[in-house]
């Protein structure tokens, strides 16, 4: 169980991201055409994925830009934006803001992923929803960096996870 803050008062998640080193837990996400989808999809490619509580916030919809915006300089790079959001909420939210080059995935049909990756939000007002995060993998799914991020409302270091690809 990690600790973090939601406007400097704290809540908890169910556990800890996973660890440098290891191999990423697979998944099943649903993505903007409601087929479900895990790391083989995405195989071949380095992965940045982007944890956040959702879409319809202003810190979730700038770091969904700004990953947007980054990944445009790497060709070989895909970045998961993962949210509690339904994929018609975030096919219609990615549409209305130009985003093109990322990759949403709703966490609909199952809270595994929140769970296996450690970042489902046990209390306070957010409780269910996941907490914000970056996990970075390279394209065998080996874990590279990862950050929780220690205040909900802030967004997470770009710099660091596009350098953890290098």
């Excluded at 600790?3 to 993505?31: C, K, M, W, Y």
């Excluded at 929140?114 to 409780?127: C, H, R, S, T």
């Amino acid at each position: 169980m990690a600790e973090i803050t939601l406007q400097g008062n704290p809540i908890h998640t169910n556990g800890d991201l996973p660890a440098v080193g290891s191999i990423a837990p697979d998944f099943r996400l649903t993505n903007n055409d409601l087929n479900d989808v895990g790391l083989e999809d995405f195989a071949g490619k380095r992965k940045i994925i982007s944890i956040v509580p959702s879409l319809d916030t202003g810190v979730c919809a700038q770091s969904t830009k700004k990953f947007n915006e980054l990944v445009a300089r790497h060709d070989d790079v895909v970045v998961l934006v993962v949210s509690a959001d339904l994929p018609f909420a975030q096919a219609r939210f990615c549409g209305a803001e130009g985003i093109d080059r990322v990759h949403t995935l709703s966490l609909m049909r199952s809270k595994n992923f929140a769970k296996d990756y450690g970042v489902l939000v046990q209390d306070g007002p957010l409780a269910g929803v996941t907490a914000r995060a970056v996990v970075v993998l390279d394209a065998g799914n080996k874990v590279l960096y990862t950050e929780l991020v220690p205040e909900i409302g802030q967004e997470p270091d770009y710099d660091a996870a596009f350098a953890a690809l290098d």
